[in-house]
């Protein structure tokens, strides 16, 4: 109940394209959704959040897509860049959480140019 | 100032060894925590300081033993590691206390520590 399924668990896609990385969540308390960044030799950095109460939240090039019914939300990464490449890890967290995140899988997104 | 600060960047120890992992804020943030991090893995919680009180310990071996000075510092001291211990070791803080869904909105990391256990 308290996992994070996130997909797929690396990702290639040519510089310019739209790089889509997907999560899904069982349980229906979870109220925030964050996206971390972490390049190698880095640690994580947040890239974008969202809470249930929107559909979209959009910065930059980057879009979180969620959709409460199907217990699922996305990160879209627009014009996707080699400075994009990097692994990119989803998370949950609520009140049974402690407020502590659940964190995906983590999917690597490599940027060809 | 927006970093977390930890040191050193690197560390080699036998398992008979005493060390410990130094982390550093100066963004006023109330909670601070240890994680640990395998190789493609995500990050997993160990240790959450709130308001300098330890909050949550994840089930973590003696061996690990978390120190918050101040709050601008947070220690972890190691003592007869075991090779699988080795990974790399995030600190983080955040502005609200650890357990609070304030403190749950941003966690700024550091670069980490990257520990090998021979």
């Known amino acids: 109940q308290q996992q994070v399924k996130q997909s797929p668990q690396s990702l290639i896609v040519q510089k310019g394209g739209i790089s889509i990385i997907n999560c899904a969540y069982e349980?229906?308390?979870?109220?925030?959704f964050p996206w971390y960044q972490q390049f190698p030799g880095k640690g994580p950095a947040l890239l974008i959040a969202i809470r249930p109460d929107v559909s979209e939240k959009k910065e930059g090039r980057f879009t979180i897509s969620f959709n409460k019914s199907a217990k699922q939300f996305s990160l879209h990464i627009m014009d996707s860049q080699p400075g994009d490449s990097a692994t990119y890890f989803c998370?949950?967290?609520?009140?049974?959480?402690?407020?502590?995140?659940?964190w995906g899988a983590g999917t690597k997104l490599i940027i060809k140019p | 100032d927006t970093e977390v600060t930890q040191t050193p960047k690197h560390l080699v120890m036998g398992m008979t060894n005493k060390k410990s992992l130094k982390c550093e804020q100066h963004m006023g943030h109330r909670a601070m925590y240890w994680y640990k991090q395998k190789a493609k893995k995500p990050p997993e919680l160990m240790f959450v300081?709130?308001?300098?009180?330890?909050?949550i310990n994840e089930s973590v071996p003696s061996r690990f033993s978390p120190e918050c000075p101040n709050s601008s510092l947070l220690n972890l001291h190691l003592h007869a590691l075991q090779p699988e211990d080795s990974a790399l070791y995030l600190c983080a803080s955040s502005q609200g206390g650890g357990g609070s869904r304030a403190g749950a909105n941003v966690l700024t990391f550091g670069a980490g520590s990257r520990l090998t256990v021979l």
């Open positions: 998370a949950a967290s609520n009140e049974d959480s402690n407020y502590q995140l659940i």
């Open positions: 349980n229906t308390a979870f109220d925030y």
């Open positions: 300081y709130s308001y300098e009180k330890l909050s």
